[in-house]
């Protein structure tokens, strides 16, 4: 179970950066910095990768649920910023595809 959590704050951390590599800049005049933009891909690329590999090692060596804990990992994670950092509601819409990502975790870590 150790793998699956350390896995997790991997993919987690991953994501957040991710957001503000791609998203932020759109609302942070400073962040359109090219050379910003790419230097967040280290550390990004070196999360995803630790994070699949510990998630994997969990599963035996299988990748479809480091597949499905990314995704749903994602949309976790891009829902809480958007809505925190640009205050954008959470619709019926959203708020049904973020339970479905929690599903889909909880899932993965219990079947």
Same mark, same amino acid.
């Given at each position: 179970?150790?793998? &699956?959590? !350390?896995?997790?704050?991997?993919?987690?951390?991953?994501?957040?950066?991710?957001?503000?590599?791609?998203?932020?800049?759109?609302?942070?005049?400073?962040?359109?910095?090219? $050379?910003?933009? =790419?230097? =967040?891909?280290?550390?990004?690329? $070196?999360?995803?990768?630790?994070g699949i590999t510990?998630?994997?090692?969990?599963?035996?060596?299988?990748?479809?649920?480091?597949?499905? =804990?990314?995704?749903?990992?994602?949309?976790?994670?891009?829902? &809480?910023?958007?809505?925190?950092?640009?205050?954008?509601?959470?619709?019926?819409? !959203?708020? &049904?595809?973020?339970?479905?990502?929690?599903?889909?975790?909880?899932?993965?870590? &219990?079947?």
């Amino acid at each position: 179970m150790n793998n &699956i959590i !350390t896995g997790l704050g991997f993919l987690f951390t991953a994501q957040v950066m991710v957001w503000f590599q791609l998203y932020a800049p759109l609302k942070i005049p400073a962040l359109k910095n090219w $050379w910003y933009i =790419m230097a =967040m891909s280290l550390p990004i690329t $070196w999360l995803f990768s630790k994070g699949i590999t510990q998630i994997t090692q969990h599963f035996d060596g299988q990748m479809w649920p480091s597949r499905f =804990m990314t995704f749903s990992i994602g949309v976790v994670s891009f829902t &809480i910023l958007t809505w925190l950092i640009n205050q954008e509601p959470i619709s019926l819409k !959203t708020g &049904i595809c973020l339970g479905l990502s929690i599903i889909i975790i909880i899932i993965q870590i &219990i079947y």
